[in-house]
């Protein structure tokens, strides 16, 4: 158990709607990270908060934004879905924002029908 | 553009033998590397990682190798034990940027009992 905890563990949803996906990270972490892993694909980082702020964005869609609370839990919102959305999203956490290992929830996955 | 690279998709070995698990990255800038385990339905889970200011680091029956000027690294797991057999994912990231990480896109090793 990585003391990442993520809600919910499988979503499915039709094409276009919206939906919240919500990450708790390890205590006393202040980095959230938010990746997508597509059928067969390695890895793909969407974005990252530091302690409520955006430090970074990677390949994520005008359709995706993201938030990082007071209380540092973090959620990734999808909207307007498509088929090409469907994939398993995991959300990370670390101390600070170097490097350094992060630790990984179990992931959500999603699926759009 | 896959800047991390793991061009074996697959590996299977005996019990007791060594695992040789290989990663290429093609970004120079790249200074922290990890590899990360990952069971079904579970997020990577963080192995052992190695900083570029080294060229090895070992923890256990885990060796982690980084050849700088072949910009290639490698796990080796040895002796490979049946609850070896998982996918592994190499990722590597920048302490100049925003420290997200770069992930391969896996190995999924077998050690045969």
């Known amino acids: 158990d990585s003391g990442v905890t993520q809600t919910p563990k499988h979503l499915i949803t039709a094409t276009g709607q919206r939906v919240t996906l919500r990450c708790s990270p390890r205590?006393?972490?202040?980095?959230v990270y938010w990746y997508q892993q597509s059928l067969d694909q390695g890895l793909q980082f969407l974005i990252h908060y530091y302690n409520g702020e955006e430090r970074a964005k990677g390949n994520i869609l005008e359709r995706f934004s993201a938030q990082q609370f007071p209380d540092l839990h973090s959620e990734l919102n999808l909207s307007s879905l498509e088929l090409g959305d469907s994939a398993l999203y995991f959300c990370a956490s670390s101390v600070i924002a170097g490097s350094g290992e992060q630790y990984f929830g179990p992931g959500t996955r999603l699926t759009v029908t | 553009d896959q800047q991390v690279k793991q061009n074996s998709p697959s590996l299977s070995v005996q019990e007791g033998r060594i695992s040789i698990l290989n990663c290429d990255y093609t970004?120079?800038?790249?200074?922290?590397f990890l590899w990360y385990k990952k069971y079904p339905a579970e997020g990577p889970t963080f192995l052992i990682s190695?900083?570029?200011?080294?060229d090895k680091n070992e923890d256990g029956r885990f060796t982690v190798f980084l050849n700088k000027s072949a910009k290639h690294l490698s796990l080796h797991i040895v002796p490979s034990q049946p609850g070896d057999s998982a996918v592994y994912f190499c990722a590597a990231s920048a302490s100049t940027g925003a420290n997200n990480l770069f992930f391969g896109t896996g190995t999924r090793l077998t050690v045969i009992p």
């Open positions: 190695i900083s570029s200011i080294k």
């Open positions: 205590s006393g972490d202040l980095s």
């Open positions: 970004n120079s800038m790249f200074d922290y």
